[in-house]
C-alpha cells in the first residue's frame, strides 16, 4: 500500500498536529482524504486538521512520535513523498534516503471523545477574521505578565481586545492589546488558556476566528495549501 503526498504539505501538517499531541490516529481514505483530530491533555484544546494525499488507501495509522516522524520526512529532498505501509510501520526508499518508522498496533490509541460530526455540528454567532501577528503579538506579551496563564478576549468600542492577566489574583500585572478592529457583535469575557494561543500553526496571514458566545467555545480556523486546520479552545471557568 502506497501513500502519495507533497512533501512541504505533509511536514506543515504534522507540524501542526504534534504541537497539540505527539501521539494521534491518523485516518485515511481511499480517495486520499485524510484528517486527524487530536487533543491536549486537559481536553481545553482540540485540533480538527485535514489534508489530501495524491493517492491513498483505506488505513488507519496509530502515530507513536510525531516529533520523530517530522525529522524523518525532513531527510527527504524530493518534493513528492511515496510512504510504503505496512502492517506496523511506514517505510520510505531513495537512492538518497531510507527510513522505516514503526507505528502503534491497531486500536492502541484511544479516540478522543469528540469527532469530526461534533466538529461539524458546532454552531457559532461572532466571525471575526484576524491577521497572524496580531494573534502572535498576544504571545509576545505574555513574558510581561509571567505568572498569569489566562486570556481574555473581549469586546470594547468596536474591537475585540485580549488581556493577558489573572482577575481572581490580587495585584497580578497585565496587559491588553487590540486583536482585530471594526467588530460589530458583542463578545462578553471569555477566559482561555493563554498556552493554547501558542498552539496554533499560524502558517498563513489570514484567520478566521469563530464565536459561540453562549457555549464560550472559540473555533481558529487555518488554511495552507492542502492543509485545513480547526482549533477548537474551551474556555475556562470563571
Excluded at 505578565?145 to 482577575?167: C, H, P, S, W
Aim: charged content about 30%; proline content about 3%.
Amino acid at each position: 500500500m502506497i501513500l502519495q503526498i507533497q512533501r512541504d504539505d505533509l511536514l506543515g501538517f504534522l507540524e501542526a498536529v504534534q504541537k497539540v499531541s505527539d501521539t494521534f490516529i491518523f485516518d485515511v481514505t481511499d480517495s486520499g482524504a485524510a484528517s486527524v483530530i487530536a487533543v491536549t491533555g486537559d481536553e481545553t484544546c482540540f485540533l480538527y486538521g485535514k489534508t489530501t494525499f495524491d493517492s491513498g488507501e483505506n488505513v488507519t495509522l496509530n502515530i507513536p512520535d510525531a516529533k520523530k516522524l517530522v525529522r524523518a520526512i525532513k531527510f527527504i529532498k524530493d518534493d513528492d513523498v511515496d510512504l510504503t505501509v505496512t502492517s506496523n510501520a511506514l517505510k520510505y526508499k531513495s537512492p538518497e534516503t531510507r527510513f522505516t518508522y514503526h507505528l502503534y498496533d491497531e486500536n492502541f490509541l484511544k479516540r478522543p471523545k469528540i469527532n469530526p460530526d461534533k466538529v461539524k455540528a458546532f454552531k457559532f454567532d461572532v466571525e471575526v477574521e484576524l491577521k497572524r501577528d496580531d494573534i502572535r503579538k498576544l504571545a509576545k506579551n505574555a513574558s510581561f505578565v509571567d505568572q498569569a496563564n489566562k486570556l481574555y478576549l473581549f469586546t470594547e468600542d468596536d474591537r475585540l481586545m485580549g488581556e493577558i492577566t489573572d482577575r481572581e489574583r490580587a495585584n497580578t500585572d497585565s496587559v491588553c492589546v487590540t486583536v482585530a478592529e471594526n467588530v460589530i457583535d458583542t463578545v462578553p469575557p471569555i477566559i482561555l488558556k493563554l498556552d493554547n494561543i501558542q498552539l496554533l500553526h499560524l502558517c498563513n496571514d489570514d484567520v478566521l476566528l469563530r464565536i459561540n458566545t453562549k457555549l464560550g467555545l472559540l473555533a481558529f480556523e487555518i488554511e495552507s495549501g492542502l492543509n485545513k486546520f480547526m482549533y477548537i479552545l474551551t474556555s475556562l471557568k470563571k
